[in-house]
């Protein structure tokens, strides 16, 4: 099966890129940049004058997307790093490269790709392919790349991770599950694709989602207590028009006709960037902040607008879990 993307046109982008303040001197890292949120936040980037570096699994649309934005701003420092969150060998390469380009430290590392709806298939590493792509590869990120956010929080006053997470985080569980964050990937419920009846492929996304939410809680949490300036943040971007859904219905997780429709309420990639531009950007952000379209929660489109953590991933208990069950993953402890 496959899903064609229409055209949709961005309705408040524009005006809330003009307010944007200057990217010069500040050092971006940035996943999945070859369609979607990540290709709108690295073109704007580049555009504000920041240095990237694009952290992508290689691909014909790597490449082309790589080469679109060098011909775009042929005056900024774009590096492509080749990173497949599938595998954690491969984010471990990649974070080697990353530290070779960025003496100076990174002011912002944005956890931006992902998948949706994927079949019920393990890794290499054996994890679910949904939770490794979409959190537990980025909790390995961000623990391997720490140090260098540290030292331009040092330099710059302050630095900021930005997860970014999705309205699925509370549909159709609240409660984030451990067996989700366990090597159990391909025994995960099969590939029930019913988006309504709670389908097992949707319950995967769900808890990666919601996993995105609780890292930046039981981040923020630790960051806090240590008085670190390193500031940890998420956003969703509501429903947007990007590659998403494409892959989805290619995989089977969703059914052409129902995307459609679904898509009709949705908003343009660029008003569905809002959130993690808002997050990485804005000079009043603070860490703990959630940025969201419209009403915030469960909006599907809007101007990106803050709202505070929400306490069923907020808490004691499941920012406990999140950390144990993503370190005992990775096989390394991520001391804050
Ligand atoms: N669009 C929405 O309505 C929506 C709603 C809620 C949340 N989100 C979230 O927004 C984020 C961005 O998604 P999008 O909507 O912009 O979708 P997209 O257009 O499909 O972009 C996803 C990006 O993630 C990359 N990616 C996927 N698997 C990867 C892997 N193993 N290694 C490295 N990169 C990988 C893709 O690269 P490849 O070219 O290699 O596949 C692509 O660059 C995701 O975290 C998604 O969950 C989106």
Redesign the pocket.
Known sequence: MSYTRKNMESIYFPEFKKNLPSMEGKTVVI????????FVAASTLAELGAKLLLL??S?E??TKSYQTLKNSFPKATIHNVP????SFASVREAVKEVVSLCPEGIHVLCN?????ALKDEPTVDGFDVQMQ??HLSHFLLTAELFPLLEKSAESAGESRVVN?S?V?RMNPSTKLQPEYLEKKGGNLGGDGASFVFGGARWKRYNQT?LANAAFTAAFHDRLKKKGSKVKSLVA??G??N???QV?SVKDGGMGSFFTGILMGM?QS?ED?TMGILSCMCLKDVQSGMFYGPGDGKLALKGPARPFALESFYDNESTRELLWKKSCDAIGREFIV
């Open positions: 996943t999945g940049t070859t369609s979607g949120t990540g992508n699994r691909s649309r790597a990173c497949d969150l599938q931006n790709a992902g998948v949706m792509t979409n970014h999705s699925a989602k969703h971007p429903l947007a990007t590659e998403l892959t949705g990639m569905g």
